[in-house]
């Protein structure tokens, strides 16, 4: 066996093919590279890139390799490195790859997918546009698929228990940009962060991480799009008293928009109502509790039917406290339809009418995903010239139930609480007084509300006049309606543009 890997590395060494010895047992070939160049239209800009979609070693604390991440990269041909910013672009989960933001609209081709909601993805063939709002007019872009996603995988000495949880992600992150920037001579030039999700819980600490290790790297804005910084705004559970005050606004928009509450008003003049009415009446109520008179418990369900469009008796029997699960359904039941969570503006009908929540999923996932998938599939092997032996994994099922959430190392006293990174963005932003952030909201999003970025952002000591607020008439993924495809083109654009002239 030994003569064998001893031949099998002279002949690689012989003829080239490269190889690395990680052990006396296994030999890891050298990382993969597909380029290819292109010519595009970006912001009326003519422009020739070369993309490159390549794997990346990480190595352990030992020095041994320990797991390739795979990353695909758009670069600005004839540009100066040290000057050209770089953008570095990952969706959440955990368990995701960065196919939604790529295909749906950092990337130099996007897919399309009904604007109003309405309509199914249906089956293949899909439709895929040239991106004419892809901002490599200002900026290099490089998507980033975390390890069990995409391509990304545990190599050599490595163990997904290394990669799964928020310390371990936020460090391999970190860790791969540290490297791509020091190999595309990157060390000068004005660096972002784009997460969506949980791919903005990741920012904000890979933020935190990349001030250490030995290799201080400032970044100089962040993009979150539909921001998650702090869970306990974002989780509709039983007795989470935080979410039922967060969920109030988005789930007034969404009544409105089916036509079942806000008649007459537009939707940012409903959504302040709500929010007044969330801050002013309903949270102190929620924090008396059993305290409430008789009469107060009758004054907030009327208040609540007013805003949600639920029956006034549901809400009683609800104890005054709507889980969003049960909202999905309750709003359309009478329709026998639920709506969606990644955007309220999704509706479908259900196989089982008189259930508690939603039974097939949610309708604005399973009304698109196939069209994302098909399409950057397609694009992978045509467009990009990938050539894999593998499936490139969009999302990896098996990561969201392994996923390690303590944000301390073993060893230090933690006590179990909700997932916050909000604190750790709030220090790197006052140890850096130059970062800005932006933070990208959908009116319909009943996964992570708007007003709970509101909410967050008015806490932690987040330095206010440097965090900018959009607001989009749709959901999680805004993009997916043209309108605020637009419109989040053009806010980036120019959320950059003020960060780099300043």
């Known amino acids: 066996m030994k003569s064998l890997l001893f031949l099998c590395l002279l002949f690689s060494s012989l003829f080239g093919q490269s190889a690395i010895a990680q052990d006396s047992t296994k030999v890891i070939p050298e990382p993969k590279r597909f380029e290819a160049s292109h010519t595009g239209t970006f912001n009326n800009q003519k422009i020739n890139y070369k993309s490159v979609v390549e794997e990346t070693f990480l190595r352990n604390s030992k020095g041994e390799v320990a797991a390739s991440l795979w990353s695909t990269a758009y670069l600005k041909d004839g540009a100066e490195p040290s000057s050209r910013p770089v953008t570095f672009i990952f969706n959440g989960g955990p368990g995701s790859a960065s196919i939604w933001l790529h295909m749906g609209f950092f990337g130099p081709k996007v897919v399309k997918v009904d604007s109003e909601a309405q309509e199914d993805d249906g089956a293949a063939p899909y439709r895929v546009v040239d991106n004419t709002s892809a901002l490599l007019d200002i900026t290099d872009l490089v998507f980033v698929d975390p390890i069990g996603t995409g391509y990304s995988q545990v190599l050599g000495a490595g163990k997904n228990e290394d990669y799964w949880g928020l310390v371990e992600d936020a460090n391999s992150i970190a860790q791969f940009i540290r490297i791509w920037i020091s190999k595309n001579q990157r060390w000068q030039a004005p660096k972002f962060l784009a997460g969506e999700s949980f791919g903005t819980t990741r920012a904000a600490k890979v933020a935190e991480v990349l001030e250490g290790d030995g290799q201080h790297v400032a970044l100089n804005g962040i993009i979150l799009i539909s921001q998650a910084l702090d869970y306990q705004g974002s989780s509709s559970w039983e007795d989470n008293l935080t979410s039922f005050f967060t969920y109030i606004p988005a789930m007034a928009v969404t009544a409105r928009y089916h036509g079942k509450a806000g008649q007459g008003k537009s939707i940012s003049e409903f959504a302040a109502e709500a929010r007044d009415f969330a801050y002013t009446t309903y949270l102190p109520y929620l924090y008396l509790g059993a305290k409430n008179s008789p009469e107060k418990d009758e004054e907030i369900a009327e208040k609540l039917a007013y805003f949600t469009g639920l029956n006034k008796a549901y809400i009683l029997r609800s104890d005054n406290q709507i889980q969003m699960h049960r909202f999905k359904k309750e709003l359309l039941r009478e329709e026998g339809k639920a709506i969606g969570t990644l955007d309220g503006r999704f509706s479908s009908e259900e196989t089982d009418k008189a259930s508690e929540g939603p039974v097939l999923g949610d309708p604005s996932d399973y009304m698109t995903e196939g069209a994302y998938t098909a399409a950057f599939n397609h694009y992978l092997d045509v467009g990009l010239k990938v050539k894999m032996d593998r499936p490139y994994l969009a999302s990896n099922s098996q990561i969201g139930g392994a996923w390690r959430w303590r944000p301390v190392p073993d060893g230090r006293y933690w006590e179990p609480s909700f997932v ?55 959901g999680h993924m805004m993009y997916n309606r043209q309108e605020d495809f637009d419109s989040l083109a053009q806010d980036i654009r120019g959320f950059m543009n003020g960060v780099l002239k300043r």
């Open 420 to 474: 916050s990174t909000a604190r750790a963005l709030s220090e790197v932003m006052h140890r850096n007084p130059k970062m800005k952030v932006m933070v990208a909201n959908g009116y319909y999003d009943l996964i992570t509300p708007f007003f709970d970025a509101e909410f967050t952002f008015a806490r932690y000591d987040f330095p206010q006049d440097r965090i900018q607020m959009y607001y989009y008439e749709a």
